[in-house]
């Protein structure tokens, strides 16, 4: 959706709100996937209130973009604009063992940024992609690793009250790839508490890790990472593969050949070519086992 109305424009200018018109978010997600619309970036966390509201007397829809790689996105014209929030430095802020950090910073950077401190505990999730607040949403997990595990209090626009708050974790719930927070709520920052251990020693894990990720997972490729969530006590990954379903493709969107709960964007995947093997992949797997997967990935989709 593109904004037009000069006032509101006006209005965007005045909250220092920077408009980017008719972005692809195909070039926004790391599927590679994604059509057009005007993409808002908030620079001063304060006026998002006001935004929203403006938006919404403006009869203006909108969705709020993390780092875009959890991610599947209709093609077109978007019938909503993508808002996200502006990396503002500084991102990270530690006291102790306690981290201070913005939801746009990406996780990877939060980490090595931290374990600089001898801070660890997040070693793990070191090559997952995207922002923080991303990760506490998904409450992102690798490894034996989980976000949600080390959040002490965060920060969120909760829309029901159209105000910003801080929350202590004793209000949180974070489950295995779920959190408490609404869709509408817009998570701004978190505090966290992790643990001394000397930078050797976490870099030493973060090598460990990533050398197990490289081995079995498509790193090179577009893909939005596991794509169903893993049911009770197996792997989607595991039960994909067992069907032989490695390689299955429609259109340019296929089942990888490295893991099989990833799916990649093989050079010109459509939404639409993503979304038909999804479906494809669940049915087979219910026909062939009685296990419905869920995704894992949030659609965008029409
Ligand atoms: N396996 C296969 N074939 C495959 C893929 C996996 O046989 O194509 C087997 C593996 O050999 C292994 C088992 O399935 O015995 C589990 O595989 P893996 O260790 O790769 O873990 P996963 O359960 O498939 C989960 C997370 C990943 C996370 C890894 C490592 C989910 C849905 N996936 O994958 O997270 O990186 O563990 O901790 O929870 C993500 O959330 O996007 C993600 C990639």
């Known amino acids: ?137 998904m409450n992102a997990g690798a490894y034996d690793a ?43 920052g978190a505090r966290l508490e992790l643990v001394e251990r000397p930078y050797r020693e976490i870099v030493d894990r973060i090598h460990v890790c990533n050398f197990k990720r490289r081995a079995s997972q498509p790193l090179t490729e577009k893909s939005a990472g596991c794509i169903f969530k893993n049911p009770p006590g197996t792997s989607a990954g595991r039960l994909i593969d067992g069907l032989g379903l490695k390689g299955f493709r429609v259109g340019g969107a296929m089942v990888s050949d490295v893991h099989a709960n990833f799916f990649v964007n093989r050079g010109r995947a459509t939404c639409m070519n993503m979304q038909r093997l999804i479906e494809d992949v669940r049915e087979r797997v219910w026909k062939a086992i009685k296990i419905e997967l869920e995704e894992e990935i949030v659609l965008w989709v029409n």
């Open 1 to 137: 959706m593109l904004v037009t109305n000069p006032k509101l424009l006006k209005a965007l200018a005045d909250l220092r709100v920077e408009r980017r018109p008719g972005v692809r978010l195909a070039s926004w997600t790391s599927l590679g996937i994604g059509g057009t619309t005007d993409l808002l970036l908030v620079r001063e966390r304060r006026h998002l209130p006001e935004l929203l509201r403006l938006l919404r007397s403006n009869g203006i829809r909108h969705r709020l973009l993390g780092g875009g790689t959890n991610l599947l996105v209709s093609d077109g014209e978007l019938p909503w604009v993508a808002v996200r929030l502006a990396r503002i430095e500084p991102t990270v802020r530690i006291e102790g063992t306690s981290v201070w950090v913005d939801a746009a910073e990406e996780l990877g950077r939060t980490i090595t940024t931290c374990a600089k401190a001898n801070l660890g505990g997040l070693e793990g999730l070191v090559g997952v992609p995207g922002t923080v607040g991303g990760a506490l949403r």
């Open 146 to 188: 989980e976000i949600g595990k080390v959040v002490r209090e965060i920060v969120i626009y909760r829309a029901v009250y159209g105000r910003i708050d801080t929350l202590p974790a004793s209000q949180l719930r974070f489950r295995y790839r779920r959190s408490s927070f609404s869709t509408c709520d817009i998570l701004l």
